[in-house]
């Protein structure tokens, strides 16, 4: 019988932890033919394993708390952790679900088959060695080792063509589009943590609907947008993988499109550079405007090829607004176009931005002005001419 369903013991759980994370590959071709259920999956692996980093995560912080700078030392309160582990082990395993969604979905652009079941097995499977570097936040001063967790990455790797039937070819593109999708869905996940965690508004829920899927707090993942934005995505990652990622924007270009004054800024500083690595190749120029004790800086960035992995984030409908003590945060759709805003009104900074035809970033921030100043900064940009632009090139 599989490790992953209902009745197996710790040491079946153990020996599978080992051998994923010891050996994949062979691990990986077992798991293949497994028979197994969602349910037997989430209560037999999925569980036990994401409940490490969520009560380690509980005990250092109130046995040990948290130590800073100088000195600095403190213990956080009991209720606080409390309500932020079991919203994050709520959030984890919904998450996992999400990404089963999406790989099952990518599968046919890959040239891969669709199975729901072998898409929740690697989403599954492959969260093993974050969860098991979960251990490391017993102790805070050690929590960077977390980062150990990032071999998930290569589980994933191993295990996308094997159990998808993709050809391996595929596998990096395929690996790369599902890791631009975990981390939207790292985003979302932070946003639909306060509902989680209200208190009467009833058990979290998720569901698919019309092509949509569901997520507490209202966040709604459009699968046939992400679809199209897979095949960018795609295409995208193809391209970086080959070096062949086109050329971003000539700095000194982008540098017409800072005004020299800005609502009776004057524009003090103007600077521009480009640069890229592995294919992935960006620009971007940056003016700094003063007016009395007012600054700001005014960025247009041009992310290039990797610009079209953004579309990813269109497909999960961000939306999201907080507000506390004089400071708020909001991210979400305005006229078609993602954007975030930030802004606190006591100390009089923020920041705002805006992505333009899923390529150019454009975004004001400072301090001493007011959010409507920094959001025509924003717009003095000219939105359209960007659109222009990316439609040239």
């Known amino acids: 019988m599989s490790v992953v369903e209902p009745g ?90 999400v990404l089963a969604l999406i790989i099952d979905l990518l599968a046919p652009s890959f040239q891969g088959q669709r199975n729901q079941v072998q898409a929740f097995k690697v989403a599954a499977y492959s969260g093993t060695a974050a969860w098991v570097a979960g251990v490391f936040q017993i102790l805070p001063a050690l929590g960077f080792l977390s980062i150990l967790g990032l071999y998930s990455f290569y589980l994933l790797y191993k295990g996308l063509p094997r159990l998808m039937k993709t050809p391996q070819e595929k596998a990096v ?39 949509e899927v569901t997520m507490p707090g209202g966040a709604r993942v459009d699968l046939g947008q992400l679809e199209a934005a897979s095949k960018r995505a795609q295409a995208a990652a193809e391209s970086i993988q080959s070096g062949q990622g086109g050329e971003a924007t000539d700095p000194s270009r982008l540098k017409a499109y800072l005004p020299a004054t800005i609502a009776g800024y004057g524009r003090t500083e103007l600077t521009a550079s480009s640069g890229g690595v592995g294919g992935v190749n960006g620009s971007q120029a940056v003016g700094t405007y003063t007016r009395g004790d007012g600054r700001f800086t005014l960025t247009v960035t041009d992310l290039g090829a990797a610009g079209a992995l953004t579309a990813m984030a269109g497909a999960f409908n961000l939306e999201s607004s907080s507000e506390s003590e004089g400071r708020y945060e909001k991210v979400g759709e305005v006229d078609g176009r993602m954007t975030t ?30 959010i409507e100043e920094l959001k025509a900064a924003v717009r003095s940009v000219g939105f359209s001419q960007l659109e222009q632009l990316a439609q040239g090139d």
């Open 173 to 211: 593109p395929y690996t790369a589009v599902v890791v631009i999708a975990a981390a939207v869905i790292g985003a979302v996940a932070m946003m639909i943590l306060g509902p989680l965690t209200r208190i009467g508004q009833g058990p979290a829920s998720m569901h698919a609907n019309r092509g």
């Open 341 to 370: 805003e930030e802004y606190d009104t006591g100390a009089r900074r923020g920041e705002y931005s805006v992505l333009v035809a899923d390529r150019f970033l454009v975004q004001a921030e400072g301090e001493g002005v007011s």
């Open 8 to 97: 197996q013991g710790p040491a079946t759980l153990v020996g599978r932890v080992r051998s994923i994370l010891l050996q994949p590959g062979r691990t990986w071709e077992e798991i293949d033919p497994e028979p197994a259920t969602i349910g037997g999956l989430y209560r037999s692996y999925v569980l036990p394993l994401a409940l490490i980093p969520a009560v380690c995560g509980l005990i250092g912080p109130l046995v040990f708390g948290y130590r800073g700078l100088f000195g600095f030392h403190f213990r956080p309160a009991f209720t606080w952790v409390v309500a932020a582990q079991v919203s994050g082990l709520v959030v984890t395993l919904i998450g996992v679900y």
